[in-house]
């Protein structure tokens, strides 16, 4: 049964983020509905990645095994012209067999993305941060990520993952003004890792002295800074 590897785009506005639930809106429900009334079966459709509610996507990694004879072209269209407007599926190629998006992934990259003007157009997708920021200590707070860690001070308490280590592969903050993106790569997140590490550099920018090493080393997650809002995070890229 041939396996299909999606690439997918969405805004994450209207969304109870992307793994399905009952009586609720979600990005996984749209892409199987669309998948099931194109190719007439009932199937699995997997995530790389579980974007939460409000949580966007350039970059989302989708796989399902079909039976279907439509090439890879002819899917796309079909699978683009039954979404809504909020998904647009870029990309679709056969993968090797039993490829799966969620357990093949080697890495994900998230942005969450600060803005440092006051908008009336982006209010709602980036975090407005108006007051002077010292950057240099941001970055080095940053260079303490690196590497394979304990993440537990930033998960949330929804976060039933028995072992809360992840391994930081790149971690950077990019200035594009008015733009600033903090820029994390990991082979996996926790539940809210990504926003509480964002609102803790934060913390850091404003002049707080805290040790981002000491923060985590403490396993402790009322030393993190606040968990930021979903509707400036992205999910950007998944490698494998």
Not at 28 to 54: N, P, Y
Not at 218 to 231: E, K, M, Q, V
Request: aromatic content about 8%.
């Amino acid at each position: 049964m041939p396996t299909f590897k999606l690439i997918l785009e969405y805004d994450g506005t209207a969304f109870f983020g992307w793994q399905i639930q009952p009586d609720r809106r979600t990005v996984q429900g749209e892409l199987r509905r669309a998948i099931e009334e194109t190719t007439g079966e009932r199937l699995t459709v997997t995530g790389a990645g579980r974007t939460d509610a409000g949580v966007h996507a350039v970059g989302q990694v989708a796989s399902f095994a079909s039976m279907t004879r439509l090439s890879p072209t002819v899917l796309l269209r079909a699978l683009n012209a039954r979404l809504p407007r909020d998904i647009r599926i870029r990309r679709i190629d056969e993968a090797p067999p039993r490829f799966n998006a969620r357990f093949d992934a080697k890495s994900r990259t998230y942005h969450y993305l600060f803005i440092r003007r006051p908008t009336a157009l982006w209010r709602s997708y980036y975090y407005l941060v108006t007051a002077g920021l010292d950057v240099a200590a941001m970055r080095a707070a940053l260079g303490e990520l690196v590497g394979e860690r304990d993440f537990t001070t930033f998960a949330s308490s929804r976060d039933d993952s028995p072992v809360k280590t992840c391994r930081v592969i790149r971690a950077e903050l990019v200035e594009t003004p008015p733009l600033m993106t903090l820029a994390v790569t990991a082979d996996h997140f926790l539940h809210h890792m990504m926003r509480s590490l964002a609102g803790t550099l934060l913390e850091i920018g404003r002049g707080k002295s805290r040790s981002m090493a000491e923060i985590i080393a403490a396993r402790d997650s009322s030393r993190a800074g606040a968990t930021l809002p979903p509707y400036a995070l992205y999910l950007m890229h998944v490698g494998y």
